[in-house]
T-cell receptor
Framework: KQEVTQIPAALSVPEGENLVLNCSFT??????LQWFRQDPGKGLTSLLL?????REQTSGRLNASLDKSSGRSTLYIAASQPGDSATYLC????????FGQGTELSVKP | NAGVTQTPKFQVLKTGQSMTLQCAQD?????MSWYRQDPGMGLRLIHY???????DQGEVPNGYNVSRSTTEDFPLRLLSAAPSQTSVYFC???????????????FGPGTRLTVL
């Protein structure tokens, strides 16, 4: 059974820091991996999608990497801002999305 | 485009009552799905559909029914609500390739349901 784990569960950093969020999964047979952002009381917003054949994707200050062989993905956020405060979720796609529990990020001014 | 819309935003039910959560998308997506989000459990797939007239069960289907008569709409029905169904419900859609969805999934804003 595919399991998705995100570490740490919560993270607090000062504004301006570069940071890395981690996602690990147990079965490498995936179609793609998607990173989402969820603000309190809101729905999920897609940030980046990495197909299984890709190694990384970039969007603005965000960079996501994928290493299928080791079952890992990282989301790198450069020059963090208070507006980045949210919960970040990763999900692997094996025909259906399987989500991690998320990392709650707080960026302090 | 409005994207994925869900109604109602909030709902309180008594045990045993029935209701339908509505989901609609205007992106002509074939793939639609329902998730529930619970503290400590994350998001779990309830039911999904790869096109009009086709539905299938996800991880936690018990207590829920779905149907897909049009591409745009994918309602979720609770026939006899139970306190264990208190949760936040999200609908999502994407454009599939073949029989699985490998594209970006777009989520609605959610319905917060409380069953007393």
């Amino acid at each position: 059974k595919q399991e998705v784990t995100q570490i740490p569960a919560a993270l607090s950093v000062p504004e301006g820091e570069n940071l890395v969020l981690n996602c690990s999964f147990t079965d490498s047979a995936i179609y793609n991996l998607q990173w989402f952002r969820q603000d309190p009381g809101k729905g999920l917003t897609s940030l980046l999608l990495i197909q299984s054949s890709q190694r990384e994707q970039t969007s603005g200050r965000l960079n996501a990497s994928l290493d299928k062989s080791s079952g890992r993905s990282t989301l790198y956020i450069a020059a963090s801002q208070p507006g980045d405060s949210a919960t970040y979720l990763c999900a692997v796609n094996r025909g259906k999305l399987i989500f991690g529990q998320g990392t709650e990020l707080s960026v302090k001014p | 485009n409005a994207g994925v819309t869900q109604t109602p935003k909030f709902q309180v039910l008594k045990t045993g009552q029935s209701m339908t959560l509505q989901c609609a998308q205007d992106m002509n997506h074939e793939y639609m799905s329902w998730y529930r989000q619970d503290p400590g459990m994350g998001l779990r797939l309830i039911h999904y559909s790869v096109g009009a007239g086709i539905t299938d069960q996800g991880e936690v289907p018990n207590g829920y029914n779905v149907s897909r008569s049009t591409t745009e709409d994918f309602p979720l029905r609770l026939l006899s609500a139970a306190p264990s169904q208190t949760s936040v419900y999200f609908c999502a859609s994407s454009a599939p390739r073949g029989k699985v969805s490998t594209d970006t999934q777009y989520f609605g804003p959610g319905t917060r349901l409380t069953v007393l």
